[in-house]
């Protein structure tokens, strides 16, 4: 496998500089001389195998990235990147489905990287497939909330959702400039009909709200969620580390009602 020096050295570079250290600061936490670091940065020499791991795991690279890096500097991938299929492994199978199960009566979507929908519990089925008229299981959950014919003409307040939603993607695509499908995805949310092109501009200054309740309407009232995004921790394995846990609680006393009827309704 061939190597590129001059691709490696940029990518320590960037993510040296995106974990706001110093050549210097680097070195001590890795336990290398600052001298190494700087040829390793003008490409004035070759990592080894065992330094790329060692930088990567000070930094902390996610792992697939951490691939990147071994593959540029002319190694195999060290981090098994199996396909969702690994869902399937008993342990994470059994993990996944009491997380989903102790959710109840309240929605919870387990989302991929991209963000398509792969699993849900009970009352994410019933609310959001009712909502946009059909199965959710498969379809890009960002999508759906941008799309005039899905989630989104259920949604009270879809412009404030959907800015951050853009702002997300934009520092995600930011942190991960070779990630295309993110870029994709990105642009495909301003194919869709109403969404300001004044969007397209990121203002990163003023920052990611704590917290923006998403108002959907549903069964002729309105009700009120927060959402809290959750990795799954999956040391050496690239896909369970991307997965994302949604999880989403009601904001108010009606909305908990609601739920709670709507679950012994669909149960009954």
Not at 68 to 83: C, D, I, M, T, Y
Not at 91 to 113: D, H, K, N, T
Not at 128 to 147: E, P, Y
């Amino acid at each position: 496998m061939s190597r590129d020096s001059k691709l490696f050295s940029a990518l320590l570079k960037y993510w040296r500089a995106r974990r706001g250290l110093s050549q210097l600061d680097l070195a001590v936490a890795a336990e290398v001389s600052p001298r190494h670091i700087s040829f390793l940065e003008t490409g004035r020499a070759r990592p080894s195998e065992e330094m790329v791991l060692r930088l990567g795991g000070t930094l902390d690279v996610p792992l697939r990235d951490r691939n990147e890096l071994l593959r540029v500097a002319g190694f195999v991938p060290s981090f098994s990147e199996p396909s969702l299929a690994a869902l399937n492994d008993p342990a994470i199978e059994m993990a996944i489905e009491r997380m989903l199960q102790q959710q109840e009566p309240y929605p919870m979507l387990l989302v991929s990287r991209t963000y398509e929908i792969l699993r849900a519990n009970k009352a994410g089925q019933r609310l959001f497939s009712a909502a946009v008229g059909g199965d959710i299981i498969g379809r890009n959950g960002l999508v759906a909330l941008f799309d005039p014919e899905g989630l989104r003409p259920s949604l009270v307040n879809w412009e404030e959702i959907g800015l951050e939603i853009v702002l997300r993607l934009q520092r995600e695509t930011l942190h991960n400039p070779h990630d295309q499908r993110l870029e994709s995805l990105l642009e495909s949310l301003f194919g869709f009909p109403g969404v300001p092109e004044a969007w397209r501009r990121p203002d990163f200054s003023r920052g990611s709200s704590a917290s923006v309740p998403l108002r959907v309407r549903f069964g002729g009232q309105e009700l009120g969620f927060l959402t809290t995004m959750t990795r799954f921790n999956a040391p050496q394995n690239v896909t369970l580390e991307e997965l994302l846990i949604e999880s989403y609680f009601p904001t108010d006393r009606a909305t908990q009602e609601f739920c709670e009827a709507f679950a012994a309704m669909s149960d009954g």
